[in-house]
């Protein structure tokens, strides 16, 4: 995981309360369809897992 440059949020991210990265140290994104919906702005639909939990989700991507 990055770091954020704050030692205490980046704790609190990685603890039981957020990721879980003791025990899920790893998430993914799975597209499935992206859009161009205009010169510089897609949508990314596709799926997240976090925490082994799998959820759709669509991006705005610049």
């Known amino acids: 995981m990055r770091r954020t440059g704050l030692a205490q ?3 609190r991210l990685r ?3 957020f990721f879980d990265m003791a025990s899920f140290p790893e ?3 799975r597209s ?3 859009e161009r919906v205009d010169e ?3 949508k990314v639909t596709g799926h997240l897992t976090v925490k082994g939990v799998t959820r759709p989700i669509i991006l ?3």
């Open 40 to 42: 510089t702005i897609f």
């Open 15 to 17: 603890s039981n309360d």
């Open 60 to 62: 705005d991507v610049e």
């Open 9 to 11: 949020r980046d704790e």
């Open 32 to 34: 499935i369809t992206v």
């Open 27 to 29: 998430l993914s994104f």
